[in-house]
């Protein structure tokens, strides 16, 4: 980790920073902001800090490489809880049967599946599907652990995600260790959602309001620490991910060094390619087919971006039709074709295309049918796209 790592909030970093310093550090703390600014990654640096056996200064951050720091990465260092809502198969505990518990064993499988993820992608808040939120189980585990002091001059460090997720009985439980905070104890409590923790427990935290990461912030540091990435990829990348790291970190995770093979910009293509058949009468055959193929072959996150890409063509065409002369475009590499789209479609409602386009990715999110989805889509844009002012 260490602090140059983190994208933006340099201004969060900074109060921190001196709260540390000054030793005005609070026990508790509730990051708040945006999904994917990178709330927790910043927790992590915290805690891999007052653990790094190399730290030489507060600005400088932690050394990522010492033990401490590795275990930390690894989500086994003793001093660091982490906690997220689980399935309540994973606490079941009757020691002695717990090897044979098959609903144990496969509930202990996509936890672990989960850490893997967020080993990957930092930006990741993890979740188990089937869970009823954060269980009391989980905080009890936290107040046994509180009990035990870590090694002389360390913290432990208690980070609980999503916290608006706490269960209610949860809930109250860890208001009780934040009256009465053992004094190694350091709590850092992250949600996107404040508004719905009990009052009586984000009053105990000092809040950290985080700011959604700009698409300069992520241009800049992509530029920087990933220079292999160039336009058209690069501008694709900070325009879908609209400031949130977890979507960034995903294509960044999944893309190809190749950059005649990258992926997304293959993907977007076939996405322009399907536009441009489906408005050719002639061609409107191999449309239909191309919509039923990709609705078939592509998985859940390539169809997403596959209609992202559209979304970000169409918002193109509309920023040239209200600005002829804007230069920043999501597509820098398709100036031509967004002047002759612009042009073309000059009567269109590219604002309801784009809302007809976001509620498809939305249902995609919600596990709806994938071909069901990508031909209600096709139907509406076209009726859109051929309607006369
Ligand atoms: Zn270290």
């Known amino acids: 980790m260490s602090w140059n790592t983190i994208i933006g909030q340099q201004q969060q970093i900074r109060v921190l920073k001196k709260a540390l310093k000054t030793g005005r550090f609070a026990h508790a703390y509730l990051f708040t902001g945006h999904e994917g600014s990178g709330k927790e990654s910043i927790a992590f640096e915290i805690a891999a800090m007052l653990n790094c056996r190399h730290v030489t200064s507060i600005s400088e951050g932690s050394c990522g490489t010492c033990p401490d720091c590795r275990q930390i990465q690894a989500f086994m260092h003793p001093n660091v809880e982490y906690v997220f809502p689980v399935e309540s198969a994973l606490l079941e505990v009757s020691d002695t049967a717990k090897k044979e518990n098959k609903r ?6 996509r936890y672990e599946a989960l850490i893997e993820q967020k080993k990957q992608n930092p930006y990741f808040s993890p979740a188990m599907e089937r869970s009823m939120g954060i269980l009391t189980e989980q905080i009890i585990a936290l107040q046994h652990k509180a009990m035990f002091m870590p ?3 360390s913290k432990k460090i208690f980070i609980i ?6 269960h209610p009985s949860a ?3 860890l208001l009780k260790l934040l009256e009465e905070p053992p004094a190694h104890v350091l709590f850092i409590l992250i949600s996107s959602r404040p508004e719905t923790l009990l009052p009586t427990i984000r009053s105990r935290c000092q809040v950290v309001q985080f700011s959604r990461v700009t698409a300069q912030e992520l241009r800049l540091w992509l530029q920087l620490n990933r220079p292999e990435i160039i336009d058209p990829e690069l501008s ?3 325009s879908f991910s609209r400031g949130n790291l977890s979507v960034a970190w995903e294509m960044l995770n999944n893309r190809s060094d190749n950059p005649d093979e990258t992926a997304i910009i293959l993907l977007r293509n076939q996405a322009l390619d399907y536009l441009r058949n489906m408005l050719t009468p002639s061609r409107f055959h191999e449309a239909i087919n191309a919509c039923e193929q990709h609705a078939k072959n592509l998985s859940r996150s390539e169809l997403t971006l596959f209609l992202a890409a559209l979304l970000l063509f169409f918002q193109d065409a509309n920023h040239r039709q209200i600005n002829p002369d804007v230069q920043e475009l999501n597509n820098p590499d398709l100036n031509d074709a967004v002047n002759r789209f612009a042009k073309n479609f000059s009567h269109t409602d590219f604002l309801q295309i784009s809302i007809i386009t976001e509620n498809a990715i939305r249902a995609l999110e919600r596990n709806a049918n994938q071909l069901l989805i990508m031909a209600a889509f096709t139907v509406e844009m076209k009726a859109l796209l051929q309607q006369k002012a």
Do not use: C, P, Y
């Open 104 to 109: 144990f064993t496969d509930a202990k499988a």
């Open 151 to 153: 090694n002389e001059g």
């Open 161 to 166: 995600s999503q916290a608006e997720r706490l």
């Open 171 to 173: 809930a109250n439980k």
């Open 236 to 238: 694709f990348i900070v």
